[in-house]
């Protein structure tokens, strides 16, 4: 596996024990608040699977009534996520986090949707 497929399900599997979440952008029967796993990017400073950079962007939607519980669902992913050391055969690191907090009218209902763009550095297990 690439290292940011593995990422990837490494913070998917983390944010389901904080939240419901998914890799795709639910209907609006989901039930709020919820996490979604949405863009990444790659920057491999090897040219191969060794050592890179990894930007993962994740979204928080919930009701905009519900602030105080948003804030904590992404309060408690920042700690999971500083605390995150490996990725199924990968070395990581938190390196950055950045949030920034919307008011979204997409729905019927008006939500607060939370953006966080975290950033890891990774290397492959088993290289010194």
């Known amino acids: 596996m690439t290292p940011t497929h ?3 399900r490494k913070i998917f599997a983390t944010a389901q024990t904080i939240a419901d ?9 989901a039930k709020y608040p ?14 191969s699977d060794l050592i ?3 930007n993962q962007t994740i979204h928080i939607y919930g009701l905009r009534t519900e602030r105080k519980a948003i804030m904590e669902l992404e309060t ?15 070395h990581v690191s938190m390196t950055g986090y950045s949030t920034q907090l919307i008011n979204d ?11 966080v763009d975290v950033n890891f550095m990774y290397t492959r297990k088993g290289i010194n």
């Open 34 to 47: 919820f996490i979604y796993i949405g863009e990444q990017s790659n920057t491999d400073n090897s040219h």
């Open 105 to 115: 009218n997409t729905d019927v209902q008006p939500l607060l949707h939370v953006v």
């Open 21 to 29: 979440t998914y890799d795709y952008l639910p209907n609006a029967q």
């Open 6 to 8: 593995n990422l990837f």
């Open 76 to 90: 408690k992913l920042h700690d999971a996520l500083i605390k995150m050391r490996e990725a199924y055969g990968y």
């Open 52 to 54: 890179g950079n990894i």
